[in-house]
């Protein structure tokens, strides 16, 4: 069973134009996107996720959409560090190879709706929703888990969301940091017991 992460990021820079000294003020707060994948995969620091799939939706300048894809399913190598994960990305933009990792011109609707037609059940992160507790988990299907940036979902992927009657669910009333929406995420799912 895959478990798959989108966040979308309005701001994060779309071109590698960022200081990987300075990256959560020269990026356009990319360093959330590499903080999130950190938390989407890693257990601890010698062991991660081989069945996470994450998708960050960049959106800042100077070319967007560019969506970052990170298979945990076929990557080689991989650090619990954040500096490491933000050289890839830059390494990435440059159109370096790099085993599990990608990027591509894609857009948050057009990603949304390939997750849905390839039969994962998408579920909006939102501390409004219904607990995540009291929604009806089916084991053996795989769950697409949508989150927005340091400012939420903007209002048109919001409204997209709606249209399609994708579920609202809840962490608690307390909006968390998307990483760590991600932590509990994966936390809850390990005790239904997902794999
Ligand atoms: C830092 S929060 C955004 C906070 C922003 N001020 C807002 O009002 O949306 C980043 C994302 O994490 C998710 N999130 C934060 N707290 C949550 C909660 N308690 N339950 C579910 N999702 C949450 C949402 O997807 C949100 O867009």
Same mark, same amino acid.
């Given at each position: 069973m895959k478990r798959i992460f989108i966040v979308k990021s309005s701001t994060a820079f779309t071109a590698p134009i960022f200081n990987i000294r300075s990256l959560a003020s020269s990026s356009g707060r990319l360093d959330i996107i590499c903080r999130c994948i950190l938390n989407a995969f890693f257990i601890d620091k010698d062991m991660f996720r081989r069945n996470v799939v994450f998708y960050g939706v960049l959106e800042g300048p100077p070319d967007p959409p560019k969506t970052i894809v990170v298979d945990g399913s076929s990557i080689d190598s991989f650090?619990? @560090? +954040?500096?490491?994960? =933000? %050289?890839v990305i830059l390494d990435l933009m440059h159109g370096k190879y790099f085993k599990g990792f990608n990027i591509l011109k894609m857009s948050f609707n057009s990603l949304v709706n390939l997750i849905r037609a390839s039969g994962a059940k998408l579920l909006y992160l939102h501390e409004d929703? !219904?607990? !995540? +507790?009291? $929604?009806?988990?089916?084991? &053996?299907? @795989?769950y697409c888990f949508i989150l927005g940036d340091q400012i939420g979902l903007d209002r048109d992927s919001e409204k997209l969301l709606i249209s399609m009657g994708v579920p609202m669910v809840s962490? &608690?009333?307390? =909006? $968390?940091? #998307? #990483?760590?929406?991600?932590w509990?995420?994966? %936390?809850?799912? @390990?005790?239904?017991?997902f794999e």
């Open positions: 650090l619990l @560090d +954040e500096v490491w994960v =933000a %050289n929703g !219904i607990p !995540i +507790e009291n $929604y009806g988990f089916e084991l &053996g299907a @795989d962490l &608690g009333r307390i =909006a $968390y940091l #998307s #990483s760590q929406c991600i509990l995420v994966n %936390n809850f799912m @390990d005790g239904l017991g």
